[in-house]
């Protein structure tokens, strides 16, 4: 087993879970992942790094996500967007707390003046507050 793979399943009993498939609602957000050959990949779509971690984009609307990945495919493919469930979410507050270097990003609702989407990096307690957890 992969060492990636013992990381995820220290959260979650089905690796399965962390893929987000076509039709996973965004519940409470949406991403871009990768997909190659029609298969979700695990990889999400970065925005780059600061201070070492990687920053992941989260989207609390559908469309700031389908806006996003229209812009993304002027200049890479393979990048489509999917619904992020509360246990996906879990997921990724878990790999956030136990140190992985990853940074959460919440867009916010509107561009800059320059057109580019603007967003608040958030703590999973911050994101855990910002939504309630019903399941």
Do not use: C
Request: hydrophobic fraction near 40%; avoid cysteine; aromatic fraction near 10%.
């Amino acid at each position: 087993m992969s060492p990636w793979k013992k990381i995820i399943l220290k959260y979650t009993e089905n690796i399965d879970t962390v893929l987000p498939g076509e039709s996973t609602p965004g519940e409470p957000f949406w991403a871009l992942m990768e997909i190659k050959d029609g298969r979700n990949t695990g990889n999400y779509h970065s925005m780059g790094n600061r201070f070492g971690k990687t920053m992941l984009m989260l989207f609390p609307q559908k469309k700031m996500a389908d806006w996003a990945a229209r812009q993304l495919s002027e200049h890479v493919e393979g990048f489509e967007v999917r619904g992020i469930s509360g246990k996906h979410l879990e997921v990724l507050l878990g790999l956030y707390e136990d140190g992985q270097p990853i940074e959460l990003i919440v867009a916010a609702s509107g561009l800059d003046d320059k057109g580019e989407l603007q967003g608040a990096s958030m703590t999973p307690g911050q994101i855990r507050d910002f939504i309630s957890f019903d399941w």
